[in-house]
Structures are given as C-alpha cells and as structure tokens.
C-alpha cells in the first residue's frame, strides 16, 4: 500500500517541478478557458431506474464477489424478488440526490503483475486494480449507460477514442491505423509512427481538473455533477494479499482501475488531446491512455517531422499541465514503409523531442507487434512460440480431460490467439498463413487425439472449424457488413464506399463496394480499404442482403465452410 501510495505522491512532486509559473497554469486551466462547444442539452440530474432494468443489470453482471459485500453475488442473485425495492430504492435515491454512499467508495486492492513474466518480488512490477462492492459496481452501470447515451447523443465522443466504447476494440483502432499507413504506403510515402506512454495515467487523473472538464466540455451540471463530485471524494482503499489486509488509505487522486466508470471518466479527462494533436496536422488514434501518432511524408520533405517535433512538445506541455506524466522511456518510434524509402528517412531521425527511434526493427502495439516491413511475420513467431507452449501443455494432460474441457482449454489459450487482430494479416503471405495453420492443425490433433500421420481435412472440417485463411476473410467481412450496418466505429464506415455505377446497370442494386486502385505498392494492397471490398465483392447476394448479424454470421460461416472444404 505503501509503495502505490508513493509511487503517485513521487509522480505527482515530479509533474509539480514541471509546471510553469501559476499565472500560466491558472490561465491554461480547462475550468479556466471558454468552451466552443456548443451542446443542444445538458445533463442536469439523473432519471430513476424502474425494477426491470434493476433486475436486468443484476443479472447480466458477473457473479464476482468482493470481501466488502454482506452476502455473496451469487446469493444476492437469487434472493433479489425479496429484497428488490430495497436496492431500487436505494439506487434511485442515490441517483436523485447526487449522493454515493460512503460504503461504495472503498476498494479493495489486488496487486495485479503487468506481464506474466515480471519478477513477482519486484513491487513496480503490479498494477493496482480495484475490487469494489457489487452494489457500486451497479450503481455505476447505472450511471455509465445514462452518461454514455447522453455523450452519443450530443456527439461528444471524441472519434478516434476506441477505447471502453460500444463496438469499439483494439482491432478497429489497429486496422484503421494500419490501412492508413498501408495506403500511404502505395502512394510511395514513409509512415512515421510514435506510440506514447504514460506513467500510472488513471492514478494521477487531478480531481478538479476532471470536474472542471465534465462541466465545461461534456455539459454536466447540477445533481448529476454533484453526483460525480461526491463519487470522487472521500474514497480509500486498502491491499489484500493472502488473507492479509493493510490499512486504509484515502484517494485523493485518479479514477479507481477495475471500475466501471473510470475508464469512461479517464476518456473524458483526455478530450482535449484530440484537439491539440489535429492542430498539427498529424493522424492518431486512442486506446484509453495508449495514443499513437502517425504521420505519412515523401522521404525528402525531412522538414514535415517538425510537425510530430512540434505535437510532442504541446502534448508534453498539456501533459504536465494536467498532471499526467510521459514516459519517455517506454515511449517509441518506429519508420514504416519499403526498405529503400525509409531507409533515406531513418537517417534523419536518431531522436524525436528526446525520444529514441526504436532500437530494434519491432514495437508492441496494443498486443500486435508491428515490423517495419508491416509483414507481422515477428508477431506470427511470437503467437507460435506461445501457442505450442500451451499446446504442449495441454497434451501433457488430455488423457484426463473429457472432451469439452479439452476444448475450452484449446480455445482459451490457442483459438483466442490465432484470432485476436487476425484481420490484419490478410493479404500476408502464404508462408505465413501456413505457419499459422500449422498451429491449428496441432491444436486440432490434439484435441482429437488422432495420429500425427492422419489427414488432418477431414479432422478439421468434423470440427467445424475454418482454416487460417478463410478465418481471417471472415473478420475481415465481418467488419465491413458491421461498418454498412452502423454497428462499427465511423472511421472504419469511412474506408468503404458503396458502389453506385453512373448508368442504370443490374448491378446497381447488388450491395457491391468500390475496390479502390493500387498503383505502386505491393504493401497498399494489403489495406483494408482495399481488402474489405474485394472479398466482399465475391460474396452471394444473399449474403451480403442479410438483415441482422447472426444471419450474416451464419450464412458467411456457411459458404466459407463449403469454400474451404468442398
């Protein structure tokens, strides 16, 4: 408890040494400065929930229990038609006097190890996540689904913000940044791309700060920011570990990590950052406090990095301004495009605003590692290296597993691997593609338990599953029936366009997509912008006319299942 409590005290000194004279700060505080923003309504008071949604929320949520709860979740669960009304009331309650009871305001801490291989001795190596009552953690469902509907109405998100939304994940947010790159790439420019990281960002969120920025930029006012203030103060927490139990230390700064609103409330202190970043005229992208800047220049206008020089620096200012601290060295910088292009570049870059260009020819980007070359060949051999490590496991001890666990087991640990941000491989080799088929194949035959010898087609197929290949066609078809349907982020609707001929052809009715023009590179072929529309092209009619997404997943699944294996 000690050690997180210092670690923020030393965080928050450091951004102290940093600041400016306060004349400036005072005159460059978010409270301080007039909005723009002009909102058709605000969010004055929270609306009291009726029994059905209460009842809908309870039983939807997961069945964790925290120590601080009178009764197990599980129990609660089944004994709410009798005790309902008194939790109704005690929700709405809170939600109409812009009050939080002081018991929901104290979490339980489990130090949680960032990489699985960290030394467990070394305490800078966890992360605190809170554990909180289940009743707070309903009550701030509660909020969050009033306070996200009230953001999507008004147009308040801001658009490159991927993180913690409705039909937002990390593989949008990495399929937009990398068709952006790939696209550049074949109008022969290099990518310049800065990944930014910053020391404990939820932990040292300034209080103030935050309810100045939800008043003036969201529109927050009357009970319901009282509601928020008093959900930020007089907060604790204390460590628990092996049964053991530290004192109880109060919060004064941040959003508790492991709750439901925090991550929405961190969003909304960040807002401003979309703003400053555009001002450059440089491209980014957001996944809760991991943001990207990426910006695509011809390798002799050597003059356009001032323009990420110039962002670095203003975000560095706004930063510290808003006591969030950069961390230069964890931060990184990585050239992408042809070899000979970038080749000319790299030369020119050895530091950006004191940080490093990447030592190696590899980052990790929100799990996916990116190469320079955009071939993810480095992140195929990581995924294999991984992936047979489980697998070896889990042969060791198939002989006492029943079926069914057996294959949890494989698609919790190998399945979920070969699928995660699968979308950006298509178009990748066929040596690639190959390598991760191996790995299916293993998994299968182990499941299956057949001979190392037998054809493994048909072992597939009984299976049910789909090759590499035509899994990374179904997400990529997945996302473009989801971005033509409104159940995919705007800027991934943006990269596909409809096909509307200029004369009356049969065609013109037939769902197809624009396939846009690849002239230069062999690595803009390989964007989805230009992906998307081609497969989506080849796709039955009755296919691509399906009404909801089940439909389309099954009928998708269906004929990619007979591609495969007819």
């Not at 309870?58 to 004994?79: A, Q």
């Not at 992360?127 to 469902?141: A, D, T, V, W």
């Not at 009357?222 to 509601?227: K, M, P």
């Not at 004369?503 to 002239?519: E, H, T």
Request: net charge positive; hydrophobic share 40%; charged share 20%.
């Amino acid at each position: 408890m000690c050690f997180f409590n210092d670690k923020i005290v030393t965080l928050r000194n450091k951004i102290n040494d940093l600041l400016p004279s306060t004349s400036i700060v005072l005159s460059t505080a978010p409270g301080n400065v007039s909005s723009n923003i002009t909102l058709d309504s605000k969010l004055e008071c929270f609306s009291a929930i009726n029994l059905e949604q209460l009842h809908s929320m309870i039983l939807s949520s997961k069945p964790s229990t925290c120590m601080l709860d009178p009764i197990p979740t599980k129990l609660l669960k089944e004994v709410f038609p009798l005790i309902s009304t008194s939790l109704l009331n005690i929700m709405n309650m809170s939600l109409l006097s812009g009050y939080v009871p002081q018991s929901f305001k104290v979490a339980v801490i489990k130090p949680l190890l960032k990489k699985h291989n960290l030394d467990p001795e070394v305490l800078a190596n966890y992360r605190p996540i809170s554990n909180l009552p289940f009743l707070s953690k309903i009550l701030e469902k509660v909020v969050a689904k009033q306070l996200c509907d009230y953001l999507k109405n008004n147009d308040l998100f801001e658009d490159f913000q991927s993180g913690f939304r409705t039909h937002h994940s990390t593989e949008t947010a990495l399929v937009k940044v990398t068709s952006d790159i790939l696209m550049a790439s074949d109008r022969g420019l290099v990518s310049i791309l800065v990944l930014l990281d910053l020391s404990a960002a939820f932990d040292t969120i300034d209080h103030d700060i935050l309810l100045q920025r939800l008043e003036h930029l969201v529109g927050i006012q009357g009970t319901a920011l009282g509601w928020f203030r008093s959900y930020l103060s007089e907060r604790s927490q204390f460590v628990r570990v092996n049964d053991e139990s530290s004192t109880q230390t109060k919060v004064s700064h941040g959003v508790p990590q492991g709750s439901v609103l925090g991550p929405i409330l961190f969003t909304l202190y960040m807002l401003p950052l979309g703003n400053i970043i555009r001002n450059h005229s440089v491209n980014f992208h957001c996944y809760a406090d991991d943001t990207q800047l990426y910006l695509s220049i011809k390798p002799d206008e050597i003059n356009h990095l001032n323009k990420i020089q110039d962002c670095l620096k203003d975000l560095k200012t706004w930063m510290t301004l808003n006591f969030l601290m950069l961390n230069t060295t964890k931060t990184e910088v990585i050239v992408l495009g042809p070899k000979n292009l970038r080749n000319k570049l790299s030369k020119d870059i050895l530091t950006m605003d004191g940080i490093n260009l990447a030592s190696s020819e590899t980052v990790r980007n929100l799990g996916v590692i990116f190469d320079q070359d955009l071939s993810f060949n480095a992140h195929i051999k990581s995924i294999s290296r991984t992936a047979y490590f489980h697998l070896r496991n889990i042969a060791k001890i198939r002989h006492i597993l029943p079926q069914n666990d057996a294959e949890k087991l494989v698609h919790a640990f190998v399945t979920s691997r070969l699928d995660y941000c699968n979308s950006l491989l298509s178009g990748s080799t066929k040596k690639s593609i190959k390598s991760l088929q191996l790995i299916q194949n293993a998994a299968a035959r182990v499941l299956t338990r057949v001979r190392k010898r037998d054809h493994i087609t048909p072992v597939l197929a009984a299976l049910h599953w789909l090759p590499i290949e035509h899994r990374i066609e179904f997400k990529i078809l997945l996302l473009a029936y989801k971005a033509l349907n409104g159940q995919a982020p705007s800027y991934l609707k943006e990269l596909i366009k409809p096909y509307c001929p200029t004369r009356a052809l049969r065609s013109k009715n037939a769902g197809l997509l624009v396939v846009p023009r690849i002239f230069k590179s062999t690595m803009g072929a390989r964007a989805f912008s230009y992906q998307a529309p081609h497969l989506w092209n080849q796709l039955p009619v009755c296919v691509r006319a399906a009404d909801t997404l089940s439909v389309f997943k099954s009928a998708l699944k269906t004929f990619l299942f007979d591609k495969a294996y007819s």
